[in-house]
Protein backbone atom coordinates (compact mmCIF):
# COMPACT_ATOMS: atom_id res chain seq x y z
CA UNK A 1 0.00 0.00 0.00
CA UNK A 2 1.57 3.33 -1.17
CA UNK A 3 1.56 6.15 2.05
CA UNK A 4 -1.01 8.29 2.07
CA UNK A 5 -0.34 11.81 0.55
CA UNK A 6 0.21 14.51 3.27
CA UNK A 7 -0.18 18.47 3.72
CA UNK A 8 0.55 20.42 6.95
CA UNK A 9 -0.13 24.40 7.44
CA UNK A 10 1.79 25.57 10.24
CA UNK A 11 0.38 29.35 10.86
CA UNK A 12 3.75 30.28 13.21
CA UNK A 13 2.46 32.90 15.40
CA UNK A 14 0.55 34.93 12.85
CA UNK A 15 -3.31 35.09 12.39
CA UNK A 16 -6.46 36.76 14.54
CA UNK A 17 -9.58 35.47 15.09
CA UNK A 18 -10.79 37.07 11.70
CA UNK A 19 -8.44 35.64 9.69
CA UNK A 20 -7.69 32.00 11.01
CA UNK A 21 -11.84 31.95 10.46
CA UNK A 22 -11.22 33.21 7.13
CA UNK A 23 -8.96 30.88 6.19
CA UNK A 24 -10.76 28.11 7.41
CA UNK A 25 -13.59 29.17 5.50
CA UNK A 26 -11.62 28.91 2.57
CA UNK A 27 -10.61 25.52 3.05
CA UNK A 28 -14.17 23.83 4.01
CA UNK A 29 -15.46 25.78 0.92
CA UNK A 30 -12.83 24.15 -1.23
CA UNK A 31 -12.61 21.39 -3.48
CA UNK A 32 -9.78 18.86 -1.92
CA UNK A 33 -8.18 15.54 -3.35
CA UNK A 34 -9.77 13.09 -0.77
CA UNK A 35 -6.41 10.96 -1.12
CA UNK A 36 -4.68 14.06 0.86
CA UNK A 37 -4.46 14.10 4.67
CA UNK A 38 -4.57 17.92 5.41
CA UNK A 39 -3.91 19.32 9.02
CA UNK A 40 -3.39 22.25 10.29
CA UNK A 41 -1.43 24.06 13.14
CA UNK A 42 -2.73 27.54 14.36
CA UNK A 43 -1.36 29.50 17.39
CA UNK A 44 -2.27 27.99 20.29
CA UNK A 45 -4.74 30.45 21.79
CA UNK A 46 -6.65 29.97 18.54
CA UNK A 47 -6.77 25.78 18.06
CA UNK A 48 -10.47 25.40 19.47
CA UNK A 49 -11.49 28.06 17.41
CA UNK A 50 -10.18 26.47 14.21
CA UNK A 51 -11.97 22.91 15.58
CA UNK A 52 -15.02 24.21 15.88
CA UNK A 53 -15.00 25.82 12.16
CA UNK A 54 -13.31 23.27 10.27
CA UNK A 55 -14.72 20.82 8.81
CA UNK A 56 -14.45 17.50 9.98
CA UNK A 57 -11.63 14.95 8.28
CA UNK A 58 -10.00 17.95 8.31
CA UNK A 59 -7.40 17.62 11.61
CA UNK A 60 -5.62 20.48 14.08
CA UNK A 61 -2.25 20.68 15.47
CA UNK A 62 -0.58 22.61 18.20
CA UNK A 63 2.61 23.52 17.21
CA UNK A 64 4.34 22.43 20.63
CA UNK A 65 3.53 21.16 23.29
CA UNK A 66 5.75 20.58 26.87
CA UNK A 67 6.76 17.09 27.77
CA UNK A 68 5.00 16.82 31.27
CA UNK A 69 1.09 15.92 31.61
CA UNK A 70 0.81 18.46 33.96
CA UNK A 71 1.75 20.55 36.93
CA UNK A 72 3.61 23.30 37.28
CA UNK A 73 4.65 24.70 33.97
CA UNK A 74 3.58 28.19 33.29
CA UNK A 75 2.67 28.85 29.83
CA UNK A 76 3.17 25.06 28.43
CA UNK A 77 0.10 23.13 27.55
CA UNK A 78 0.78 18.99 27.96
CA UNK A 79 -0.66 16.58 25.16
CA UNK A 80 -3.41 15.29 27.33
CA UNK A 81 -4.93 18.53 27.49
CA UNK A 82 -4.52 19.17 23.93
CA UNK A 83 -6.07 15.47 23.69
CA UNK A 84 -8.67 16.39 25.57
CA UNK A 85 -9.52 19.36 23.77
CA UNK A 86 -9.81 17.17 20.60
CA UNK A 87 -6.40 18.19 19.12
CA UNK A 88 -5.10 15.13 17.45
CA UNK A 89 -1.66 16.47 16.11
CA UNK A 90 1.31 18.21 17.09
CA UNK A 91 4.38 19.76 15.46
CA UNK A 92 7.57 18.73 17.25
CA UNK A 93 11.24 20.35 16.55
CA UNK A 94 10.42 23.03 14.04
CA UNK A 95 13.64 25.39 13.48
CA UNK A 96 12.47 28.14 14.95
CA UNK A 97 12.15 26.74 18.37
CA UNK A 98 15.36 24.74 17.72
CA UNK A 99 17.20 27.97 17.04
CA UNK A 100 15.12 30.88 18.63
CA UNK A 101 14.10 28.70 21.88
CA UNK A 102 17.01 26.70 21.87
CA UNK A 103 15.67 23.01 22.08
CA UNK A 104 17.77 20.61 21.51
CA UNK A 105 17.71 17.03 20.14
CA UNK A 106 16.90 15.70 23.59
CA UNK A 107 14.20 17.51 24.77
CA UNK A 108 12.58 17.00 21.27
CA UNK A 109 12.34 13.61 21.96
CA UNK A 110 11.19 13.62 25.52
CA UNK A 111 8.28 16.22 23.84
CA UNK A 112 7.61 13.48 20.97
CA UNK A 113 7.79 10.64 23.77
CA UNK A 114 5.33 12.69 25.73
CA UNK A 115 2.90 12.89 22.61
CA UNK A 116 3.01 9.48 21.56
CA UNK A 117 2.07 8.24 24.61
CA UNK A 118 -1.13 10.75 25.17
CA UNK A 119 -1.98 9.27 21.82
CA UNK A 120 -1.37 12.02 19.83
CA UNK A 121 0.14 11.91 15.97
CA UNK A 122 3.55 13.83 15.40
CA UNK A 123 4.81 16.34 12.96
CA UNK A 124 8.49 15.59 13.45
CA UNK A 125 10.58 17.95 11.95
CA UNK A 126 14.54 18.09 11.52
CA UNK A 127 16.87 20.13 8.92
CA UNK A 128 20.46 21.84 8.59
CA UNK A 129 21.77 25.31 8.09
CA UNK A 130 22.95 26.75 5.44
CA UNK A 131 26.52 26.29 7.01
CA UNK A 132 25.98 22.99 7.78
CA UNK A 133 25.06 22.18 4.17
CA UNK A 134 28.23 23.76 3.15
CA UNK A 135 30.46 21.36 4.97
CA UNK A 136 28.61 18.49 3.51
CA UNK A 137 26.64 17.87 7.27
CA UNK A 138 23.36 17.46 6.06
CA UNK A 139 22.38 14.08 6.39
CA UNK A 140 24.36 13.52 9.71
CA UNK A 141 22.90 16.69 11.18
CA UNK A 142 19.34 15.23 10.42
CA UNK A 143 19.78 11.36 11.19
CA UNK A 144 21.11 12.70 14.59
CA UNK A 145 17.99 14.87 15.02
CA UNK A 146 16.19 11.70 14.27
CA UNK A 147 18.36 9.36 16.38
CA UNK A 148 17.44 10.98 19.76
CA UNK A 149 13.57 10.38 19.06
CA UNK A 150 14.76 6.86 17.84
CA UNK A 151 16.29 6.31 20.90
CA UNK A 152 13.21 6.89 23.23
CA UNK A 153 10.26 6.04 20.77
CA UNK A 154 9.96 2.80 19.26
CA UNK A 155 6.54 3.05 17.44
CA UNK A 156 6.99 5.30 14.32
CA UNK A 157 3.52 4.75 13.15
CA UNK A 158 2.19 7.73 14.59
CA UNK A 159 5.28 9.95 13.11
CA UNK A 160 5.16 11.94 10.13
CA UNK A 161 9.00 13.36 9.53
CA UNK A 162 9.24 16.77 8.42
CA UNK A 163 12.69 17.29 6.00
CA UNK A 164 13.05 21.32 6.60
CA UNK A 165 16.40 22.65 5.84
CA UNK A 166 16.88 25.91 8.02
CA UNK A 167 17.89 28.10 4.64
CA UNK A 168 14.70 27.31 2.74
CA UNK A 169 12.16 28.20 5.68
CA UNK A 170 10.66 31.64 4.99
CA UNK A 171 12.73 32.65 2.63
CA UNK A 172 11.69 32.01 -0.61
CA UNK A 173 15.01 29.82 -1.50
CA UNK A 174 13.01 26.60 -1.81
CA UNK A 175 15.25 23.23 -2.25
CA UNK A 176 16.17 21.76 -5.65
CA UNK A 177 13.72 18.68 -6.54
CA UNK A 178 17.09 16.62 -6.44
CA UNK A 179 18.67 18.18 -2.99
CA UNK A 180 15.29 17.74 -1.51
CA UNK A 181 14.62 13.47 -2.52
CA UNK A 182 17.97 13.41 -1.77
CA UNK A 183 17.78 13.86 1.65
CA UNK A 184 14.44 11.85 1.75
CA UNK A 185 16.01 8.91 0.59
CA UNK A 186 19.03 9.24 2.98
CA UNK A 187 15.75 9.64 5.63
CA UNK A 188 14.24 6.75 4.50
CA UNK A 189 17.33 4.56 4.97
CA UNK A 190 18.26 5.75 7.78
CA UNK A 191 14.58 4.63 9.11
CA UNK A 192 15.31 1.18 7.59
CA UNK A 193 18.44 0.83 9.27
CA UNK A 194 17.61 2.45 12.90
CA UNK A 195 14.22 1.65 13.19
CA UNK A 196 13.12 -0.72 10.85
CA UNK A 197 11.86 -2.08 7.09
CA UNK A 198 8.61 -1.09 7.75
CA UNK A 199 9.11 2.39 9.18
CA UNK A 200 11.16 3.24 6.29
CA UNK A 201 8.20 1.91 4.00
CA UNK A 202 5.48 3.23 5.71
CA UNK A 203 6.32 6.92 8.05
CA UNK A 204 5.24 9.75 5.66
CA UNK A 205 8.33 12.15 5.00
CA UNK A 206 7.68 15.77 4.14
CA UNK A 207 9.25 18.61 2.76
CA UNK A 208 8.92 21.76 4.41
CA UNK A 209 10.99 25.21 3.23
CA UNK A 210 9.31 27.83 0.67
CA UNK A 211 6.73 25.51 -0.63
CA UNK A 212 4.28 27.38 -2.97
CA UNK A 213 1.61 26.38 -5.19
CA UNK A 214 4.02 26.93 -8.49
CA UNK A 215 6.64 24.65 -7.04
CA UNK A 216 4.39 22.14 -5.52
CA UNK A 217 3.51 19.82 -7.82
CA UNK A 218 7.26 19.35 -9.30
CA UNK A 219 7.96 18.36 -5.52
CA UNK A 220 5.54 16.21 -5.14
CA UNK A 221 6.57 14.24 -7.97
CA UNK A 222 9.88 12.93 -6.50
CA UNK A 223 9.28 9.30 -4.84
CA UNK A 224 10.62 9.95 -1.63
CA UNK A 225 8.54 13.15 -1.31
CA UNK A 226 5.40 12.44 0.47
CA UNK A 227 3.68 15.53 1.12
CA UNK A 228 4.92 19.42 2.61
CA UNK A 229 4.60 21.16 5.51
CA UNK A 230 3.74 24.61 4.82
CA UNK A 231 4.30 27.54 6.65
CA UNK A 232 3.84 31.27 4.85
CA UNK A 233 1.43 29.93 1.93
CA UNK A 234 -0.98 28.00 4.59
CA UNK A 235 -2.18 31.44 5.21
CA UNK A 236 -2.77 32.24 1.53
CA UNK A 237 -6.01 30.93 -0.66
CA UNK A 238 -3.19 29.06 -2.47
CA UNK A 239 -3.02 26.71 0.62
CA UNK A 240 -5.37 24.85 -1.16
CA UNK A 241 -3.83 24.27 -4.64
CA UNK A 242 -0.56 22.66 -2.69
CA UNK A 243 -3.12 20.10 -1.23
CA UNK A 244 -4.59 19.11 -4.69
CA UNK A 245 -0.63 19.37 -6.23
CA UNK A 246 -0.97 15.77 -7.28
CA UNK A 247 -4.03 16.72 -9.73
C1 LIG B 1 7.58 26.09 8.13
O1 LIG B 1 7.47 26.98 8.95
O2 LIG B 1 7.46 24.92 8.51
C2 LIG B 1 7.86 26.44 6.73
C3 LIG B 1 8.20 25.49 5.93
O3 LIG B 1 7.76 27.78 6.40
P1 LIG B 1 7.70 28.40 4.89
O4 LIG B 1 6.79 27.52 4.09
O5 LIG B 1 7.15 29.76 5.09
O6 LIG B 1 9.10 28.38 4.37
Not at 20 to 31: E, H, L, S
Not at 85 to 101: A, C, D, K, M, Q
Amino acid sequence: MGRQFFVGGNFKMNGNIKSIKDIVKNINDAKLDSNVEVVIAPPALYLLLTREHLRQGIEVAAQNIFDKPNGAFTGEISADQLKDSGITWTILGHSERRVILQEDDSFVASKTKAAIDAGLSVILCCGESLEQREKGETVSVVTKQLKAVADKVKDWTKIVVAYEPIWAIGTGKVATTEQAQEVHAAIREWLKKEVSSEAAEKTRILYGGSVTEKNSAELAKQADIDGFLVGGASLKPAFVDIINSQQ
